[in-house]
């Protein structure tokens, strides 16, 4: 069974404050995704990474995959209070199709 | 609308009803996925469709959960006998890019079970 472990599990943080979450694993992945979810919402697609390595920023957010591609971070930069929400990584297969997810990151920006 | 839509939002149930849910994905998205979520966890995966081929419901926790996907296109998740268990977030999320992973989630709808 291929599992996530994703931490810190809360992260409570003031206006533009940096901060790092961490997703972790023992199985490869073929790629790598990472969410963010809003109370009463479905998860929204941030990024994909597929190689080992890969850095990809999106605006303040800066995504790494580890080079086995086992485990992956997030940055956020200045984090502001819109960048509150639940934030999931998960890992996929492509032969199997189906993702693996962790249980989440909550981070709460004050103002 | 352009995204996945769920019917309903929410459903309360008592123990030993039967509910169905509804999920339309992006039109043209070939790849079709349900998830379970408890309050506080990340989605679990349940089932799986490749147009209308079920290719993977290993995640189904009972015979009394069924899904289905006809025509390729909307999807229902059934569940039979409903016990307090299953109250839960069901999501759907369909997926047609390169990246079969990439899954573009519908809102879910909360289930309830009295």
């Known amino acids: 069974t291929q599992l996530l472990e994703q931490s810190p599990q809360f992260l409570s943080i003031q206006e533009g404050e940096n901060l790092t979450v961490y997703c972790n694993s023992s199985?490869?992945?073929?790629?790598l995704q990472w969410y963010r979810q809003e109370p009463g919402e479905g998860p929204v697609l941030l990024v994909t990474?597929?190689?080992?390595?890969e850095v990809k920023k999106l605006k303040r957010l800066t995504f790494q995959f580890g080079d086995a591609r086992k485990d992956s971070s997030l940055h956020i930069t200045a984090a502001q209070p819109g960048d509150t929400g639940l934030y999931l990584c998960?890992?996929?297969?492509?032969?199997?199709?189906?993702?693996?997810f962790g249980d989440g990151t909550t981070l709460t920006v004050k103002p | 609308g352009a995204g996945v839509s769920q019917s309903p939002r929410y459903k309360v149930a008592k123990r030993g009803q039967d509910v169905a849910l509804r999920c339309d994905p992006i039109?043209?998205?070939?790849?079709l996925f349900w998830y379970q979520q408890a309050l506080g966890q990340g989605p679990e995966f349940l089932t799986y469709?490749?147009?209308?081929?079920?290719?993977?419901k290993s995640g189904l926790p009972s015979d009394r959960f069924f899904a289905e996907r006809p025509e390729g296109s909307v999807s229902t998740l059934k569940i039979q006998r409903t016990q307090q268990e299953d109250s839960a977030v069901y999501l759907c999320?369909?997926?047609?890019?390169?990246?079969?992973?990439?899954?573009?989630f519908g809102p879910g709808t909360r289930l309830t079970v009295l």
């Open positions: 039109s043209g998205h070939v790849s």
């Open positions: 999320a369909s997926s047609g890019g390169l990246v079969v992973n990439e899954q573009f």
């Open positions: 469709f490749q147009n209308e081929a079920q290719l993977d």
């Open positions: 199985s490869v992945f073929s790629s």
């Open positions: 998960a890992g996929g297969d492509t032969n199997a199709g189906k993702s693996t």
């Open positions: 990474v597929v190689t080992g390595g």
